[in-house]
């Protein structure tokens, strides 16, 4: 079975600076990965997915992630916080059939 | 365009009783699947529909149980309520079943007291 792993629960950064949500993924092959994104009373959504065809993958708002299978990662950035990008960001797996494996969440907050 | 529509968005119920929610799925998509996100915590997967049959189940009990109808729609029943069950339900839809691209709705906060 398909386990991800979040390994910050809060991530706090200025507005303007780098931002970095850190993933690990268990899994006995190559995996579909995906991140999430939570906004407060508002539906999840999906940033990007990584399906083997790149290993780095580009997503909405200016946040893109890199496959590396060396260390079984799936870290998403992005070079430059907005205030709007304050919300609650998922790794995600998917096992057969679009079952897909949460993590436990990273919150990010931007400050001004 | 409406996307995944879900009701009610709050309620609340007493252990021991059952409570249905309802799903309507993105126009389009014949594919919906239900998880529960608990407090603080990363949705889990319950099951998903698909021609108003239940393809895939995650772990959890019978208690869960749901149906599909012919417009795609869906519902999600929960009997026997525990405290343990107060969590925000989502439905999600999609029109590819092996795609991974769901399409979430806002939610259904239940709590159990």
């Known amino acids: 079975a398909q386990s991800v792993t979040q390994l910050d629960s809060h991530v706090s950064v200025s507005e303007g600076t780098p931002v970095l949500l850190r993933c690990n993924y268990s899994?006995?092959?190559?995996?579909?990965l995906f991140w999430y994104v939570q906004h407060p009373n508002k539906g999840l959504q999906l940033l990007l997915k990584?399906?083997?065809?790149?290993?780095l993958v580009k997503g909405i708002n200016g946040f893109e992630a890199e496959f590396k299978k060396s260390e079984t990662s799936f870290h998403l950035t992005k070079p430059s916080a907005h205030m709007s990008d304050a919300a609650e960001y998922f790794c995600?797996?998917?096992?057969?059939?679009?079952?897909?494996?949460f993590g436990a969440g990273t919150i990010l907050r931007v400050k001004s | 365009d409406a996307g995944v529509t879900q009701s009610p968005t709050h309620l609340i119920k007493t252990r021991g009783q059952q409570v249905t929610l309802r799903c309507s799925p993105k126009?389009?998509?014949?594919?919906v699947s239900w998880y529960q996100q608990a407090l603080g915590q990363g949705p889990q997967f319950i099951f998903q529909?698909?021609?108003?049959?239940?393809?895939q189940r995650g772990n959890f009990p019978d208690r869960f149980s749901g149906h599909q109808f012919p417009n795609y729609s869906s519902e999600l029943n929960v009997n026997a309520l525990l405290l343990g069950d107060s969590a925000l339900y989502l439905c999600?839809?999609?029109?590819?079943?092996?795609?991974?691209?769901?399409?979430f709705g806002e939610g259904s906060r239940l709590t159990v007291l």
């Open positions: 999600a839809s999609s029109l590819d079943r092996n795609t991974g691209e769901l399409f």
């Open positions: 899994s006995s092959y190559s995996p579909s």
């Open positions: 995600v797996a998917m096992e057969y059939g679009n079952k897909l494996v």
């Open positions: 529909y698909y021609e108003e049959e239940e393809r």
């Open positions: 126009s389009g998509h014949d594919t």
């Open positions: 990584y399906t083997s065809a790149a290993t």
